[in-house]
């Protein structure tokens, strides 16, 4: 099996790519001093943060689900950015768009978002011309809400919104059952209505974690929090709980924007929690 794609009972996850971005660590991290990073120089690139933009599709009882849609096609100011590579990554893997009937979002920030519509000359077309897409109901009306919306979710306007008059939105709260073996595991913090996506299949599991981390870094220092983040405390709180559960259950964990393909568990050694990559 190629290292891309990982079977959990009867499900099986691949992983694709948008691409990658990098940000300047105090741009990204900005209340974390420089030389807490010195222990972990190995997980940055050149003293910067890189981002894989890790989408992960999921065949689980009969269905099709892509969870999340990266950072979208690149401007054409900016032809040359890392990003954009979705679309040219499914045909990579022998996936067509055509394929998927569900598009799972983690959360509506940017760059989780970017692939869910084209736009047809003027008018929005779904990507995925067969899929319906599920939002979670509280980041659909924090990405409305007037005084949030132009910073935390600056693309919604063209990403999300539309999804709604075309008909395709399903909404889901709390431990929302996506398929017998897809269920939402509520997240807040990143967001307000952040998700993660457990799959269970023959006494096997495995989470997409999201944005509930961005860095290995965040697996040994879960109070770091980026700029990224919109409740600090809650995002801090949450990411603690996930990593003792992850850990504890040893649960296979997916991170889209750990160095692809981002498979990995938790694990424990002299007494601290790393990542340690599949
Ligand atoms: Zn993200």
Not at 78 to 107: C, S, Y
Not at 144 to 160: E, F, G, K, L
């Amino acid at each position: 099996m190629p290292d891309h794609v990982i079977r959990v009972g009867d499900v099986e996850i691949m992983a694709l790519s948008d691409g990658t971005l990098e940000f300047d660590l105090c741009n990204f991290f900005p209340t974390i001093p420089e030389e807490r990073w010195r222990p972990h120089e190995a997980h940055l690139h050149d003293h910067h943060v890189r981002f894989n933009l890790g989408s992960y599709l999921i065949r689980a009882d009969g269905r099709t689900i892509l969870v999340d849609t990266g950072l979208g096609p690149r401007p054409k100011e900016t032809p040359d950015v890392p990003w954009g590579t979705l679309l040219k990554d499914f045909q990579a893997k022998g996936v067509r768009v055509d394929e998927i009937d569900m598009v799972v979002m983690t959360h509506l920030h940017r760059d989780h978002v970017g692939w869910n519509l084209t736009d047809a000359g003027g008018r929005w077309v779904p990507t995925f011309p067969k899929a319906r897409y599920w939002v979670s109901t509280k980041d659909w009306e924090a990405c409305h809400a007037p005084d949030i919306q132009p910073t935390r979710y600056p693309n919604a306007p063209s990403c999300v919104w539309p999804l709604a008059d075309l008909g395709l939105v399903e909404f889901m709260d709390g431990e929302h059952s996506v398929t017998r073996s897809i269920t939402t595991v509520p997240s807040p913090g990143h967001t307000p209505g952040h998700m993660c996506i457990l799959v269970t299949s023959r006494g096997e599991r495995a989470l997409v974690l999201g944005d509930a981390a961005h860095n290995p870094v965040q697996i040994q220092e879960p109070d770091w929090v980026s700029r990224a983040d919109m409740d600090p405390d809650l995002t801090r709180q949450t990411r603690r709980a996930l990593i003792e559960r992850l850990e504890r259950e040893q649960i296979l964990v997916a991170a889209g924007h750990f160095q692809a393909p981002g498979f990995g568990r938790i694990v424990r050694l002299e007494g601290r929690r790393y990542w340690r990559g599949l």
